[in-house]
């Protein structure tokens, strides 16, 4: 059974960091390519990061260039998204996805970006 789990999310102030993590089990992790995407209230889940499955390429969002670092650690089986200087409107839910053979969803962690 394949799980994806991830973790720390929570409240943050304007220009503040967090780093979250998605831990996979189940699954051939260094197979797959993983994402990181978001969904904000009332809003489409969007796309805000991207690497492959050895972390050779990385792709983001415009919104989030610059300020947002994907990584991964195929040894941990662990995909990070370090995030800085962040923004009320990075608040969200954000989910990670592995994509290889299937596709497999996060449950999501909120981030919450407030003062």
């Known amino acids: 059974q394949v799980r994806l789990v991830e973790a720390g999310g929570g409240l943050v102030q304007p220009g503040g960091s967090l780093r979250l993590s998605c831990a996979a089990s189940?699954?051939?992790?260094?197979?797959?390519?993983m994402k990181w995407f978001r969904q904000a209230p009332g809003k489409e889940r969007e796309l805000v990061a991207s690497?492959?499955?050895?972390?050779?390429?990385?792709n983001y969002a415009d919104s989030v260039k610059g300020r947002f670092t994907i990584s991964r650690d195929n040894a941990k089986n662990t995909v990070y998204l370090q995030m800085n200087s962040l923004k009320p409107e990075d608040t969200a839910v954000y989910y990670c996805?592995?994509?290889?053979?299937?596709?497999?969803w996060g449950q999501g962690t909120q981030v919450t970006v407030s003062s």
């Open positions: 189940g699954l051939i992790f260094s197979n797959y390519a």
């Open positions: 690497i492959t499955s050895v972390g050779g390429w990385t």
């Open positions: 996805r592995a994509e290889g053979r299937n596709f497999y």
